[in-house]
Nanobody, 128 residues
Framework: QVQLVESGGGLVQAGDSLRLACAAS????????MGWFRQAPGKAREFAAA????????GYADSVKGRFTISRDNAKNMVYLKMNSLEPEDTAVYYC?????????????????????WGQGTQVTVSS
């Protein structure tokens, strides 16, 4: 059974950078599409970025496009979210998600209900 554990969150100032990491256990991780979502206090969970199983295709929310980069290292069972030029509006709990219902999927997904497994989240706080 695959489990996801996020790390790398913290308190930073506007304009700073952070790299979030998602460690996955389980042999089939490298066959799955993956995503990053975030949830700010009092708001619904929203899509941030996604990547196909082999990393050849990525997708981003308009709010993070050009500032965030998703990547993965299947040999290490890791997915990353590099966040540059952080803004106070980026403050949220960030969640890693895995889509295990279809292997070797060449699509990325922006809807939360497309994902089957979630991590516990990591807090990112950006001060102005």
């Amino acid at each position: 059974q695959v489990q996801l554990v996020e790390s790398g969150g913290g308190l930073v100032q506007a304009g700073d950078s952070l790299r979030l990491a998602c460690a996955a256990s389980g042999r089939t991780f490298s066959y799955w599409s993956m995503g990053w979502f975030r949830q700010a206090p009092g708001k619904a969970r929203e899509f941030a970025a996604a990547i196909t199983w082999n990393g050849t295709r990525t997708g981003y929310a308009d709010s993070v496009k050009g500032r965030f980069t998703i990547s993965r290292d299947n040999a290490k069972n890791m997915v990353y979210l590099k966040m540059n030029s952080l803004e106070p509006e980026d403050t949220a709990v960030y969640y890693c998600a895995a889509r295990g219902r279809r292997l070797f999927d060449n699509n990325w997904y922006a809807r939360a209900d497309e994902y089957d497994l979630w991590g516990q989240g990591t807090q990112v706080t950006v001060s102005s």
